[in-house]
């Protein structure tokens, strides 16, 4: 894993002593901040599936009938902008998929859509990368998505923007180079549930906590990430992320 991400180890977050338990604990995992020297605690990864209505109609749904939903990652499967990652282990198709990340400052239940932004940190630019042909076997098979989604290095995301420095992003372009290629391109605007909503929504299934990130879903255009491509992603107003597939 990443060592831009992992430094920020709990034990030297916290000051907690190591001795304290039977095996080291974890180290936290943690993402820049534009403009400042200190990073943004990772608590959850929640992902929000079928946000954008031209995806949903690629992946062979309909997006008037079958509203988003949920899925969640691990927090350690995080990776820094800039950062090589291998090819994922047991898949031979992977996909990328660009997306607004929302960082939450404050959490709790039941958020009233109008008051959500106010629980926004900042936004930051990440990749959803799924192993497709698990994920198909899981949805085939009516079994959970983990294999699919969550794992490792499955996170790439860049530093985070506070939401003092430019506000709360609703339309803007979202996009994605593979190499030289350009093969996703949306907008923001398009997101079937709005972030307000997306957090109003999450926020009744789950109790939100300062240090989650919600992935918000994927404009049109996901496709086959090979050995050796270079990921750029982007989001107009938020920031860039570049990945390298070794
Ligand atoms: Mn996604």
């Known amino acids: ?40 605690p990772i608590h959850r990864i929640y992902c929000v599936g079928r946000n954008y209505a031209a995806h949903a109609i690629e992946m062979g749904h309909d997006p008037d009938r079958e509203p988003p939903f949920f899925f969640q990652k691990n927090p350690d499967t995080v990776v820094g902008d800039g950062e090589t990652i291998p090819y ?27 008051r959500a932004l106010s629980h926004v940190y900042g936004y930051a630019v990440g990749l959803d990368l799924t192993r497709r042909d698990l994920q198909g076997e899981a949805k085939k098979m009516g079994r959970p998505w983990e294999v699919g989604k969550a794992f490792d290095f499955s996170a790439p995301c860049s530093e985070v923007v506070p939401a003092a420095d430019i506000g709360h992003p609703g339309r803007g372009a979202i996009w994605l180079e593979v190499g030289n290629e350009r093969r996703q391109d949306g ?11 997306v957090i109003a929504t999450l926020s009744g299934l789950f109790t939100l906590a300062p240090g989650d990130l919600i992935y918000s879903g994927t404009p049109a255009g996901v496709g086959a990430v090979e050995r050796g491509d270079r990921l750029h992603g982007a989001v107009a107003g938020v920031g860039e992320i570049t990945i390298q597939v070794a």
């Open 1 to 40: 894993m990443a060592e831009t991400v992992l430094e920020n180890s709990a034990a030297k977050a916290g000051g907690s002593d190591d001795s304290h338990y039977v095996i080291p604990p974890p180290a936290l995992p943690a993402l820049p901040v534009r403009g400042s020297d200190r990073r943004f």
């Open 88 to 114: 994922p282990d047991k898949t031979g198709d992977v996909h990328h998929e660009v997306e607004l990340v929302v960082a939450l400052s404050a959490g709790g239940k039941d958020i009233p859509v109008e």
């Open 187 to 197: 907008d923001l605007e398009q997101m079937i549930w709005k972030v307000p909503e």
